[in-house]
């Protein structure tokens, strides 16, 4: 079955520090990756996504993620985290039909981390 | 464009009770579906739709009901409220394609008493 891990439920680093965000994911097939956010009380929001092409992806907000297929990794980062970042991040795949009979369009979320960036 | 819609965005059931949450869009999009999100369990799918009249469960379908009448719309009803149902709520829609993303709705949170 396809899964997707996101390793550590909370993550706080000191502002203006580097972040990293780790996912990985076990998938038949090529997966599209996404990274998502949510700032309380409000829904996720798009923040970046693999297609193909690059393994450095770059989205809003100066987050970044990187696509590693032999680690099937996508990690987001960003060079210099600030108070406002801070927030729940999701990891999602997205399939192909032939992957186990997935739907197109479907997506299958990591659980979340809990970002904290501290003054 | 506004988006993604739901509503309401709070509510308060007693057990037993039945509602229907509503989301609309506005994009034309082909897909629709509802989650639950949960502390610690992420975000879950209950039901989805891939087009009028098409809808299909997702991994915790039991105690909800869906139809997808119109593009637009894609309510999801609750047939008698269980506080195990206590939980929030998202509505999202995306293009029928595994490229673009989804759109998510401000979420429903939801209490059963």
């Known amino acids: 079955a396809q899964s997707v891990a996101q390793p550590e439920d909370q993550v706080n680093v000191a502002e203006g520090n580097p972040l990293t965000v780790k996912c990985t994911y076990s998938v038949s097939g090529n997966p599209y990756l996404f990274w998502y956010v949510q700032y309380p009380n409000r829904g996720l929001q798009f923040l970046l996504k693999y297609i193909t092409g690059d393994n450095l992806v770059k989205g809003s907000y100066g987050f970044e993620a990187e696509f590693n297929k032999s680690q099937t990794s996508f990690h987001l980062k960003n060079p210099s985290a600030l108070v406002s970042d801070s927030a729940l991040y999701f990891c999602?795949?997205?399939?192909?039909?032939?992957?186990?009979?997935?739907?197109?369009?479907?997506?299958?979320f990591g659980r979340g981390t809990q970002l904290t960036v501290w003054p | 464009n506004a988006g993604v819609t739901q509503t309401p965005k709070f509510q308060v059931l007693k057990t037993g009770q039945s509602m229907t949450l509503q989301c609309a869009q506005d994009?034309?999009?082909?897909?629709m579906s509802w989650y639950r999100q949960d502390p610690g369990m992420g975000l879950r799918l209950i039901h989805y739709?891939?087009?009028?009249?098409?809808?299909d469960q997702g991994e915790v379908p039991n105690g909800y009901n869906v139809s997808r009448s119109t593009t637009e719309d894609f309510p999801l009803r609750l047939l008698s409220a269980a506080p195990s149902q206590t939980s929030v709520y998202f509505c999202?829609?995306?293009?029928?394609?595994?490229?673009?993303?989804?759109?998510f709705g401000q979420g429903t949170r939801l209490t059963v008493v």
């Open positions: 999602a795949v997205s399939l192909t039909p032939a992957d186990r009979g997935s739907t197109l369009g479907r997506l299958y």
């Open positions: 739709s891939v087009g009028a009249g098409i809808t």
């Open positions: 999202a829609s995306s293009y029928q394609t595994r490229a673009d993303e989804a759109f």
């Open positions: 994009m034309n999009h082909e897909y």
